[in-house]
């Protein structure tokens, strides 16, 4: 019997605003919407529930705005997830209250994503984030008195005005806090968005300054005890709690080209080799599911090159060596060794003879570009 999937990730993508540089499905408001919907994502939960594994390792609830959705509507969608050792929701700050946080703690919730971008009030403007500094260290403040003891904040860099000394006192401030995660973006902003037309000389000078901002945010994070383990992502080393690993696991799911099932509008499963993602329009997802049908989707079938070519694009990602076995054919042996001189990429066996591939330090810090030389 084909293994099944022991990932969930569930789309809620309700927003009170649209900021200006997301590229991903949301819906403004549609508060008279949020109890069918989620009547609708627990009608595909049950189509699809043999896609999942009796025991769930990992769910997470992102968007849109998850902490935007009518409260009792999300805590009847919570009660019916499987358990899962870890299951994550995002959060914009300015929806976290006491009783919220207490809500998702009470309902299975152990890990918080929350959506702080900067401290910087200027620079929340720029990014059309309406929550303030000082509301991020509130909703911060209110999880950790429900109880959460894993909570991640994510950052944003290049953004439209901000300096190296705006970013140095982002990573101050979110230091502060102590999470016990951290993750830190790169601004990717759509072209031909509003915001590309009005921000676009700036967006090009940022660019520019990129690399450097993402050495300074290595540098710094990791001088402060945080292991740098995927390439935007920083948890605290287990020395420091308790001997707990705080890596996003169900990220690194993606990252290990593990499967996963994806529901609600715009969600991406990977499946037995095959891709598919759910349309993004709600209409027509609410007016299949309220039939008991699944939902109108694009299915993409992955060849075995594609699969061994993510495999490699994403592990390499990662802190840990890439185990070669099966992934030889999408490696190429000259630009392996060209890279190798350069001290940028390595082979190594380990105990069982096995072969690994790893990049160094400098190696992770162009990424792309080296992963892009050394694919086949």
Not at 188 to 195: D, L, N, Q, V
Not at 211 to 220: A, K, L, P
Not at 256 to 273: C, K, Q, V, W
Not at 312 to 320: A, C, N, Q, T
Request: charged letters at 25%; a negative charge.
């Amino acid at each position: 019997m084909t293994e099944r999937a022991r990932h969930l990730y569930v789309h809620l993508p309700f927003c009170s605003h649209r900021c200006g540089y997301c590229d991903f499905v949301t819906l403004v408001a549609h508060k008279e919407q949020h109890g069918a919907y989620v009547d609708a994502v627990l009608q595909e939960l049950a189509l699809e529930r043999d896609s999942l594994a009796e025991t769930v390792e990992t769910v997470f609830l992102g968007g849109g705005t998850p902490t935007f959705t009518e409260q009792d509507a999300l805590a009847r969608l919570l009660e019916a997830m499987p358990h899962a050792d870890e299951t994550t929701i995002e959060a914009n700050p300015e929806t976290v209250t006491p009783e919220l946080a207490s809500m998702l703690r009470e309902h299975g919730v152990n890990r918080v994503s929350l959506g702080a971008q900067s401290f910087r009030p200027h620079l929340l403007d720029v990014l059309g984030r309406t929550a303030t500094p000082s509301a991020v260290r509130g909703a911060f403040h209110d999880l950790r008195e429900a109880g959460f003891e894993n909570i991640s904040l994510d950052l944003i860099y290049g953004i439209p005005g901000q300096s190296p000394s705006d970013l140095d006192a982002d990573l101050t401030d979110a230091l502060e806090l102590r999470p016990e995660h951290l993750s830190c973006y790169e601004l990717e902003a759509k072209p031909g968005t509003r915001f590309t037309h009005v921000h676009g000389p700036e967006l090009a000078r940022q660019a520019e300054a990129m690399e450097g901002y993402f050495e300074q945010v290595v540098g710094r994070l990791t001088s402060e005890g945080y292991r740098w383990y995927e390439t935007a992502n920083f948890c605290r080393a287990p020395e420091h709690v308790d001997g707990r690993d705080l890596r996003a696991r169900h990220n690194l799911a993606y990252w290990l080209g593990r499967d996963y099932l994806g529901i609600g509008i715009g969600a991406i499963s990977t499946l037995r080799g095959t891709r598919r993602r759910n349309t993004p329009r709600i209409a027509a997802y609410l007016r299949a599911l309220a039939v008991a049908e699944c939902p109108p989707r694009e299915l993409e079938q992955l060849s075995r090159d594609v699969r061994t070519r993510e495999r490699v694009m994403l592990g390499l990602r990662l802190d840990e060596p890439l185990p070669l076995a099966g992934l030889e054919d999408a490696i190429d042996a000259a630009a392996l060794e060209r890279l190798g001189a350069l001290g940028l990429a390595r082979l190594h066996s380990v105990d069982s003879g096995a072969i690994e591939l790893s990049l160094s330090e400098r190696g992770r810090f162009l990424g792309g570009g080296v992963t892009a030389d050394l694919l086949a």
